[in-house]
């Protein structure tokens, strides 16, 4: 027996207990102490989990995750974090949102689920750029027909807005990628590019938050965890995507 808010529930009343049900509606009961301990089921923390919480005074990334029954890294991957510093006041999600990705385009190909293995991150070595204009550089310039070779770009503010998810046609059409050497590995990777160099630069936060929300989604949602995360420097010969591109910190959320 738990006692919630003052009503004492067994296993099988659960949610046929109308008052218990309207308690986690409205999400007012709040038992810690009865969660770390394990008495609580999963199915009745997750029914009972509010979308988001504010950071209160002594509370960790930890602590808001003990207490809600998820992993750090889940917080982390659902609020864009490549760190564990939180602030006081602070809006912590406790869901995925997937509201950075134009999520109605990305689903919108018949996803060819075998076929990709990896996401390969690149930065384009560019202060600017876009989709349209690397399209354009892939198609004149180098002389590919399918245009351009990434399969998403993230702007930078520059040409397009900061932290905007571009998707480009061969994600569309499922095509192979051309943004590696290795034809093997076009074959078989999602290509993400975020515009900027960042030998010299950082990424922009917004960048970066886009990149963690478009890559927890093509891995763990639509792929169900079977992609693996790279940057083009761990596969060929190459800066890219430069020493400020935040690596560790991307394999302790994908790998
Ligand atoms: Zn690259």
Redesign the pocket.
Known sequence: MISVNGIMWTEDRRWSHPELKMALMNRRFFMPAAIASGLVPGWLLAAARPERVQVLRGDTLTRISRRHGLSVTELRLWNGLTSDLIQVGQEIWLKPRYTQIPLAKITQPRIKAGRWKNI?A??S?TPNGSAAIFDEYHRVAQGREHGLAYHFVIGNGTNSPDGKVEVGGRWLKQANGG??RSAEYNSCSIGI?LVGNFEKTQPTTKQIKSLIELSDYLKHRMFRGRLKFFV??ELEK?L??GRHFPLTRFHQLFS
């Open positions: 390969i690149h930065h070595a943004h590696v590019c083009h420097k190459t890219c995507p």
